[in-house]
T-cell receptor
Framework: AQTVTQSQPEMSVQEAETVTLSCTYD???????LFWYKQPPSRQMILVIR??????QNATENRFSVNFQKAAKSFSLKISDSQLGDTAMYFC?????????????FGKGTKLSVIP | DTEVTQTPKHLVMGMTNKKSLKCEQH?????MYWYKQKAKKPPELMFV???????INESVPSRFSPECPNSSLLNLHLHALQPEDSALYLC??????????????FGQGTRLTVV
């Protein structure tokens, strides 16, 4: 079974600064998908970024980027130029590939507060 | 259109009531999900439909009854719920697991309170 660990229950960052959220996971799979989801107070889970394990290049989406270290089973999220709208719960999630594999394994989440 | 629409947004129901939650997507996804989320916790998977057939039931009590009338719609029928069933219920959709592009898109959820 896969496990996902987010070791930072809460973090804060000044507006316009950079913050990194940590995520580690455990799996025996060689190929898999990793995701960061954001859940603001409006409740909707929003996909921030995805990474496929067979791709060595780190994914980037505008101000969001990941540091994917496959050997270390680490998948951290870096938010640059933090904005007030980035205040949210952030969940790291793992998904195994293959037909019939639908389960998203979530970490417990990191509550990020962006301070004006 | 990358939206998953859930109705209602809020629902208060008594323990003897019957109600339904609805979910709709028009992204051509053939996998749809129900998740339950308690406060300050990650979502927990309840059901998965793949190609309109129930694929996964995570040992959910029978007072929750899912239904997938077609590839765009997903319902969750509720009957004789308990106060501990109060939670945020999230619907999601994705391409089926045999596709490479399998990220799930979530709706805004229904905040359910059982009194």
């Amino acid at each position: 079974a896969q496990t996902v660990t987010q070791s930072q229950p809460e973090m804060s960052v000044q507006e316009a600064e950079t913050v990194t959220l940590s995520c580690t996971y455990d799996t025996s799979e060689s190929n898999y998908y990793l995701f960061w989801y954001k859940q603001p107070p409006s409740r909707q889970m929003i996909l921030v970024i995805r990474q496929e394990a067979y791709k060595q290049q780190n994914a980037t989406e505008n101000r969001f980027s990941v540091n994917f270290q496959k050997a270390a089973k680490s998948f951290s999220l870096k938010i640059s130029d933090s904005q007030l709208g980035d205040t949210a719960m952030y969940f790291c999630a793992f998904r195994a590939p293959g037909a019939g594999s639908y389960q998203l394994t979530f970490g417990k989440g990191t509550k990020l507060s962006v301070i004006p | 259109d990358t939206e998953v629409t859930q109705t209602p947004k809020h629902l208060v129901m008594g323990m003897t009531n019957k109600k339904s939650l609805k979910c709709e997507q028009h992204m051509g996804h053939r996998a749809m999900y129900w998740y339950k989320q308690k406060a300050k916790k990650p979502p927990e998977l309840m059901f998965v439909y793949s190609y309109e057939k129930l694929s996964i039931n995570e040992s959910v009590p029978s007072r929750f009854s899912p239904e997938c009338p077609n590839s765009s719609l997903l319902n969750l029928h509720l009957h004789a719920l308990q106060p501990e069933d109060s939670a945020l219920y999230l619907c999601a959709s994705s391409h089926p697991s045999d596709r490479a592009n399998t990220e799930a898109f979530f709706g805004q959820g229904t905040r359910l309170t059982v009194v």
